[in-house]
């Protein structure tokens, strides 16, 4: 069964300050990852994905995030928040002919500091 | 402005009322999806269209129906209400599956009292 875990359920940050939310799945073939954000009170948002090519993906707002092989890993990253990217991130993958269905992780809220 | 459109926002429901939250599309998306989103356990997929005629069920699917007869609409019933299925509700489509990235609608707050 595909699964994908966040382990940060909240990660707290100074503005301007850089950030990393984990994301790590579980899986024997070969996986395609997103990752989606959701401000408060409305849906998911793509932020960027990996589908193939090169493990270093950039998506909007200045996040990219970098898929590793072996450590069955696609943390996304951040070198300098703003409040408002304030939200919570949803990492979320599918499988090689499992197009349609996608694994979404439980969350990690990204609270910014002032 | 082309989207997913849910309506309604927020719904309160007696036990046992049915009711159908509706989804409309405008992107001429092939597949659509059913999610419902509870604190700690991210999204879970209740039904999905991979086009019109075809339905298939997710990972939640008791207590919902689901049909396509249009690309543009994706409605999901519920049979008979109850507490369990207090829930953010949202709708997304895709044009060529998940590969594409989903867009969602804004969701449902439904709360079954």
């Known amino acids: 069964a595909q699964s994908v875990t966040q382990l940060d359920s909240q990660v707290p940050v100074f503005e301007e300050a850089p950030v990393e939310l984990r994301c790590n799945y579980s899986?024997?073939?070969?996986?395609?990852l997103f990752w989606y954000v959701q401000y408060p009170n409305q849906g998911l948002q793509l932020l960027l994905k990996?589908?193939?090519?090169?493990?270093l993906v950039k998506g909007i707002n200045g996040f990219e995030a970098e898929f590793n092989k072996s450590q069955t890993s696609f943390h996304l990253r951040k070198p300098s928040v703003h409040i408002s990217d304030t939200a919570e991130y949803f990492c979320?993958?599918?499988?090689?002919?499992?197009?349609?269905?996608?694994?979404f992780g439980t969350g990690t809220k990204l609270q910014v500091i002032p | 402005n082309a989207g997913v459109t849910q309506t309604p926002k927020f719904q309160v429901l007696k036990t046992g009322q049915s009711m159908t939250l509706q989804c409309a599309q405008d992107m001429n998306h092939e597949y659509m999806s059913w999610y419902r989103q509870d604190p700690g356990m991210g999204l879970r997929l209740i039904h999905y269209s991979v086009g019109a005629g075809i339905t298939d069920q997710g990972e939640v699917p008791n207590g919902y129906n689901v049909s396509r007869s249009t690309t543009e609409d994706f409605p999901l019933r519920l049979l008979s209400a109850a507490p369990s299925q207090t829930s953010v509700y949202f709708c997304a489509s895709s044009y060529q599956g998940s590969l594409d990235g989903y867009t969602f609608g804004s969701g449902t707050r439904l709360t079954v009292v």
């Open positions: 979320a993958v599918t499988f090689s002919g499992g197009y349609q269905k996608v694994t």
């Open positions: 990996y589908l193939s090519g090169s493990t």
């Open positions: 899986s024997s073939v070969s996986v395609y």
